[in-house]
RNA sequence: GCUGCUGUAGCUCAGUCGGUAGAGCGCGUCCUUGGUAAGGACGAGGUCAUGGGUUCAAAUCCCAUCAGCAGCUCCA
């Protein structure tokens, strides 16, 4: 019989041959790199046969889906390994492969500590070291359930419960038997690299009011090298850590006292006002106006603008002369009160206003995480009210400001998600088709790449988000678009059309940054903590190499400060290295080295943090190259 | 909130078998005036997270609370 190559050329093989009989006509190499086959598009074993006909690839070490296998392959290993130690007991859930890893969520009594993790380690090496073989088996779903039962294995038969194929598909591994689409490796010596990471508690379907699991993370690679590779970049993160940087540097700080609220040092608040200042610019370019709405407002608000409904295990609330106020969680009904203050012609739109509002949010205390989920922020809110024929358009303008305020920073790494009608929502089926139609526009229009998120936005109204990633790859909500079906309605909004009819305004609800603070925490992390020129808190130290030029060293100082520059004097009686290697730590950019022949010359010698020495420079040249970099 | 781990000087961390506490950095004083990532000496600084318990004796063992970390869930 003859099967096709992906390179379009047919090959003559025996009938009956399985994937790893092509693998071996094509050449032996071949077949011991072998991990997996492509037959017709879809990954199957080595030890699947072939049909007459069909298109086979050979799956490597080197193809794209390799690692995934991999990983998959590893997390099977490693419940081989638990079952194979910690006995029958023990009841398995899932163990699939995810970025940079996999884990296996396992229910037993016995909770696993630092030490489990080694024995389990131990105890892969010994299966990989044997070379067990994967072996696949189809089972009706019905057989494959009542063994499953018989096991004790509870979630496997939920699983088995709801999966519709029959037969099923599973895979046995050094005694573990596994419900499993696979494909797998062949067997167990294929994993020649894997370390377990860590073990944390995860719910059983990721629902809250199911039962704990315990979950091993773990990873796997094609080499030793690969996984030091891996394990030292993701040690060279953490030292990106914002939280760690932001108490080096003298950013914030956060306090038993209040958990989740951080306190901003003096350099923190001069990096948070350098990207206020440029907020303000631009949103003034943009034809924002800017408001400011209480932050405790009575209670009989929030019922009317539905957050009391949705809203209420997240707000803080408190009585006043025996009146029952909330702290506002969001700024939304304070901007519409503002709107209803006056009256609106359509002439007025798009109008929009901007609030740099302090909202409050009870967290869950699990979930705080230094700047980057806190229960108190600044959130860079706006609402912008316009007629429906202006959504789209005024949509796609905050994305583009959404996209020039990131590369402002310097930040280029933003994923966009549209998210649509969640189950529990409000607002008709038009409404919500027309809104979300807009914003798919939106970005059409923008040529915007997005993922779709079904069911995930908010219960008012479609949204789409910006997503930034943290020094650990994780992925953190800043900008947010979102058409606002509910607050015109709650809080009977109007404007005058040109016809004179009073009619409903469409809104939409934007942040660009998110939030303040969390902007900040991942800003300090996409730098590594050297900010910018135009963010840093102290822009220069100027370094006097000898007390005898402390004078004309308070004159560099002096002249700079003058110009406007964020600029400090280290007269400490200290050496030149000393001082330069504290400037270099706490990330300085410029460092002016002003010794005798500066003095004489009316010069400085300029370091570049992270560079090095700069050459000398008449400082009147100095402060421009400064002044250019901050209009960088 | 849930599961697990952790909490010792401003920061990073030692502290063995239960016997009343240590280092480095930082800070202060003095000496030193040094040319591009750590000059030297001396000194101050701790209710060992908090509250209980066991014990002749607790940083150390047990319980609870608070906070932090990882994850789940949730979200800007």
Redesign the pocket.
Known sequence: MKVRLPDGSELEVSEGSCVRDVAEAIGPRLARAALVGRVDGELVDLSQEVAPGSTVEIITEGSPEALEILRHSAAHVMAAAVKRLYGEDVSFAIGPAIDGGFYYDFDLDH????EDLEKIEEEMSRLVAAGVPFRRSELDRDEALGRMKSDGQQYKVELLEEIDSDPVTLYELGGFTDLCRGPHIPDSSRVPAFKLT??????WR???SKK?L??V?GTAFFSQKDLAEHLRLIEEARKR?H??LG??LGLFS?H?EG??FPFFHPKGMIVLNEILDYWRHVHRREGYLETRTPILLREDLWHRSGHWEHYRD?MYFTDIDDQGYAVKPMNCPGNMLIYKASQHSYRDFPLKMGELGLVH?H????????L????S?V?DDAHIFCLPDQLSGEVASVIDLCFEMYGRFGLDDVRVELSTRPDRSIGSDTQWQDATKALENALADRNVDYQVSPG?G?FYGPKI?FHIRDC?K?S?????IQADLSMPERFDLEYTDSDGQRKRPVTIHR?VL??L??FLGLLIEHYGGALPFWLAPVQAVVV?????VMDYARDVYAKLRDAGFRVELDDR??????K???A??LKVPR?L??????AGEGTV?V?E??M??AG?APLSEVLGRFSALVGE
């Open positions: 909770s696993f500590t630092p860590s073990v944390a508690g995860s719910y990721g629902d809250s704990m315990q979950r993370y850590d939280r760690r108490i080096e956060f038993e958990p989740g997240n949010r967290e869950l205390s699990g979930v705080l995480h230094g980057l989920r806190v229960r922020f959130q995930e908010a988000d650990l994780r953190w909500q800043c900008g947010t942040t998110g939030s603070e969390r006097p190499v000898t007390d005898e009686s200290e050496t030149v290295g000393n330069i290697r504290q270099e730590v460092m080295v002003v010794g005798r022949r500066e010698s370091r943090h992270s090095g020495d000398p």
